[in-house]
């Protein structure tokens, strides 16, 4: 099966995600059509979205907000964003 990788780079969304606020998310998308959310990298495995993700966080601060946010298909917890963003 294959594994979907989505990087959010919009400060609100990616605010929206780590607080698992997903009707926050629905309506941010709902209010801004001009958020754009870029293609899916797509990985064969886990293992290599897992990879891919780890290279997106390298040398970030922990202690402030990411500028770059991976979704994952394989996550049950990104599935309802990401769902929203394929409709969106």
């Known amino acids: ?3 979907k990788v989505y990087v959010i780079s919009e ?20 209010s ?5 959310f870029p ?8 293992d290599q979205a897992l990879a891919f993700c ?3 966080g390298y040398g970030a601060n ?4 990411p500028e770059r946010y991976p979704l994952r298909s394989c ?3 990104d599935a309802p964003f990401i769902e929203a963003i394929e409709n969106y």
């Open 11 to 30: 400060p609100l969304a990616i605010d929206f995600i780590m607080d698992d606020d997903i009707d926050g998310f629905k309506e941010l998308l709902d």
């Open 54 to 56: 780890a290279g997106i």
């Open 62 to 65: 922990e202690s402030t907000t």
């Open 39 to 46: 293609e899916p990298e797509v990985f064969d495995t886990e």
């Open 32 to 36: 801004d059509d001009t958020l754009y």
């Open 75 to 77: 996550e049950d917890a």
């Open 1 to 3: 099966m294959s594994v």
